[in-house]
């Protein structure tokens, strides 16, 4: 068995750290795009908006029915063959888009469910004052949905950030693009991306961190 080359992964630590910054932003762009995607798509389902629920049905059904590589490459390699508009699409982009859609198909089933979470009791007392539809979820269904949705929407942050590491599949020089990189340039490749998903571990570990605060302020509030 050979032994840890320990020399390499200290020295591979600062230029993996680099490529963090990219990682998260492409991961904090596509989780808020699709929060406001999902948020929309959860009410029009609620509400039950003639024509766009089927649309938002038919939206959620292929992107939850299929693989998320596959998405991507369909973005990147596939629709610059027939919308010429999309010709100049970067592996940045294309990668945000996927991931982005991807998760507001998932994100806007768990939003519903919120939603529809909500005591009954608050939807016939803001009909009772007299609210119309728009006014009732933006002052009373939405604030108590997003408490309930918000642990399972930090998970799926959590899950945007590992699924970054498939846009490397598109050439992008992110977190796990300079790993294999760095692997490829020196057959280090057990100590690289060992050391990459220590990286992705802690990364998530701070994220987990700020969601027990979260819950437990949330859980506080409720206890009020």
Known sequence: MRPLDLDYMLGLVPVLLNYVPLT????????????????????????RVPLLDRLTQLFISFFRGTPLLVQLFLFYYGLPQVFSSFSAIDGVSAA?????????????????????GVDRS????????????????????????????A???????????????????????????????????????????ILVAIVYWVIVEAITIVQRQLEARLGKAVAR
């Open 151 to 193: 642990p399972t929407l930090v998970n799926y942050f959590v899950d945007i950030i590992k699924s970054t590491s498939l846009a490397f599949t598109l050439g992008v020089t992110e977190l796990m693009g300079a790993t294999q990189k760095e692997a490829a340039g020196s057959f280090l490749y057990f100590e690289a991306f």
């Open 24 to 47: 998260l932003a492409m991961a904090s762009v596509a989780m808020v795009v699709a929060l406001f995607m999902a948020s929309v798509m959860a009410i029009v389902r609620v509400i």
């Open 122 to 149: 608050q939807w016939e007392a803001a009909r009772s004052v007299g609210m119309r539809t728009g006014q009732m979820m933006r002052r009373i269904i939405l604030p108590q949905a997003a408490r309930i949705a």
């Open 96 to 116: 945000v888009m996927g991931i982005t859609l991807h998760f507001a198909a998932y994100m806007a089933e768990s939003i519903r469910a919120a939603i529809l």
